[in-house]
């Protein structure tokens, strides 16, 4: 399949582009395109790290019969569709998969990269932006709509697990401890996230899922704790499920043997 390249440019605020309206005269008209069958990552939440770029996959179909420069996209944005802020560092567009082409519909897949190390993306990046979808036209003119589509970009979170003795014996005390973690994007680490309420799941041996046993309210410093007394051998993990600001994660399982 082939793919063109839009490479976006990082200056006063998330990842601003600055190949889009700058560049278009004033005069520009819009009109004569129609976006539809938006979808962005699925209808999940966007979630972001603190050093690892990631890439957002959407699919769109847009319909014209006018001829365009470049594009088409689709991106979330904040304030307005041409002059707010734009939330990508680069865009992968395949070519048209032509639906129609008397009528011009075409259907569009799309790859959309946001780096958490851009300039001045920080934690005032969480929350709701819409989606744009935009196309530049020949003759400088373009067409920018919004899909009243929105998406919730939030902060990558980290769950770890230990459970100890191991191995134990039956009807003795486990020990287990973790830490739940948050990404900050203005420091770009990893910060305990302090007072959150935490899953502590078992999946016993031979079973296919997770049952929650109890539930404990991370520390200030985000460390996690609790005591269960040994039935049989399992896995046990914690679960954090995420709130309207931080993406959902489980730990890694650990397993004790009981005896």
């Known amino acids: 399949m082939g793919k063109t390249l839009w490479r976006a440019v990082v200056a006063g605020g998330a990842a601003i582009l600055f190949t889009g309206v700058a560049a278009v005269p004033a005069g520009a008209a819009e ?9 962005v990552n699925g209808g999940k939440p966007i979630v972001v790290g603190v050093k690892e770029e990631i890439v957002v996959h959407a699919t769109f179909r847009m319909t014209t019969t006018l001829t365009y420069d ?23 567009t395949s070519d048209c998969k032509v639906v129609d082409k008397a009528n011009g519909i075409c ?12 300039l001045d993306f920080g934690n005032h990046d969480t929350g709701t932006w819409g989606t744009a979808a935009r196309v530049f036209l020949a003759g400088d003119a ?25 191995p134990v014996a039956t009807g003795k005390t486990i020990t287990v401890t973790g830490l739940v973690t948050r990404a900050n994007w203005d420091t770009h680490t990893y910060q305990g996230y302090a007072g959150r309420t935490v899953s502590l799941q078992f999946k016993a041996a031979g079973a296919s899922s997770y049952t929650t046993l109890k539930k404990v ?19 046990w993990r914690w679960t954090y499920y995420g709130n309207s600001t ?7 399982g650990d ?4 005896r």
């Open 70 to 92: 470049s594009g088409p996209t689709v991106f979330p944005f904040r304030g307005t569709r041409d002059a707010g802020e734009t939330l990508h560092s680069a865009i992968i």
């Open 246 to 252: 931080s993406g959902a994660k489980s730990s890694t």
């Open 107 to 118: 259907d569009f897949e799309q790859w959309l990269y946001i780096d958490p190390r851009d």
């Open 142 to 166: 373009w067409d920018t709509d919004d899909e009243n589509l929105p998406l919730q970009v939030k902060r990558a979170t980290r769950v770890t697990v230990n459970a100890s003795p191991e």
């Open 31 to 39: 009109g004569g395109v129609s976006f539809t069958r938006v979808a």
């Open 255 to 258: 397993y004790v043997a009981v």
């Open 217 to 235: 309210t991370s520390s200030s410093t985000g460390a996690l704790r609790t005591t269960v007394t040994a039935t049989g051998p399992g896995t």
